[in-house]
């Protein structure tokens, strides 16, 4: 099993920034971390993905202003995220990625980030 908890979120003004961390609990190797979002009456989006080998990937949306990083241990993902939109307020959730004998997934409880204009 894998357990992820996040924090960070909040509410915050147009232009602001908010970082996010997601402390991961394994007893299995994940080789990818990625946070993702859904905004209300939306379907959740992917917005940054990173690899033990610290590879990133992001939406182009975010390009440019968010950044996702993780710690020596690996069992911890940020995601800086700068010169928010109020487009960006969501419920944004931490994802692992691991082998137990097959491809799983694991998700976080979300964290509410609100962008106010």
């Known amino acids: 099993q894998v357990q992820l908890v996040e924090s960070g979120g909040g509410l915050v003004q147009a232009g602001g920034s908010l970082n996010l961390s997601c402390a991961a609990q394994?007893?299995?190797?994940?080789?990818?971390m990625a946070w993702y979002r859904q905004a209300p009456g939306k379907q959740r989006e992917l917005v940054a993905t990173?690899?033990?080998?610290?590879?990133?990937n992001y939406a182009d949306s975010v390009k440019g202003r968010f950044t996702i990083s993780g710690d020596n241990t690996k069992t911890t993902v940020y995601l800086q995220m700068n010169s928010l939109e109020p487009e960006d307020t969501a419920v944004y959730y931490c994802?692992?990625?691991?082998?137990?004998?097959?491809?799983?997934?694991?998700w976080g409880q979300g964290t509410q980030v609100t962008v106010s204009s």
């Open positions: 994802n692992a990625k691991y082998y137990a004998g097959r491809l799983c997934d694991s």
């Open positions: 990173i690899t033990t080998e610290g590879r990133t």
């Open positions: 394994s007893l299995f190797s994940i080789f990818q």
